[in-house]
């Protein structure tokens, strides 16, 4: 079993920056593969980002590729996204999410997810 808990929303203006972290428990976080999604009010939750247990591979929603950064400290049991030019089209709440075998973008495909963490941009 993992649990998840993400931290580091907040309220931000257009442009800005954030950092999520997704801090998880359990002696394996290692092995497990990692992705950031988001839910918007209204909308389906949808990929973000993913890294591999190992982090020798990420994967990128294209609406986040060359503003947004996936990386993980595994001696810190902790999985991070760095959220550069931030647009109003970002808000939403952001989970962090796991899984032992599955790396791909598929919600469908992690066991283990975290509470969310809200992240708002103001134009």
């Known amino acids: 079993q993992v649990q998840l808990v993400e931290s580091g929303g907040g309220l931000v203006q257009a442009g800005g920056s954030l950092r999520l972290s997704c801090a998880a428990s359990?002696?394996?976080?290692?092995?497990?593969?990692m992705g950031w999604f988001r839910q918007a009010p209204g909308k389906e939750r949808e990929f973000v980002a993913a890294?591999?247990?190992?982090?020798?591979?990420?994967t990128y929603a294209d609406s986040v590729k060359r503003r947004f950064t996936i990386s993980r400290d595994n001696a810190k049991n902790t999985v991070y996204l760095q959220m550069n030019s931030l647009q109003p089209e970002d808000t939403a709440v952001y989970y962090c999410?796991?899984?032992?075998?599955?790396?791909?973008?598929?919600?469908?495909?992690?066991?283990?997810w975290g509470q969310g963490t809200q992240v708002t941009v103001s134009s």
């Open positions: 999410a796991g899984s032992g075998r599955y790396f791909g973008t598929s919600s469908m495909g992690y066991n283990y």
């Open positions: 359990g002696r394996t976080f290692s092995m497990y593969n």
């Open positions: 890294i591999s247990w190992g982090g020798g591979a990420t």
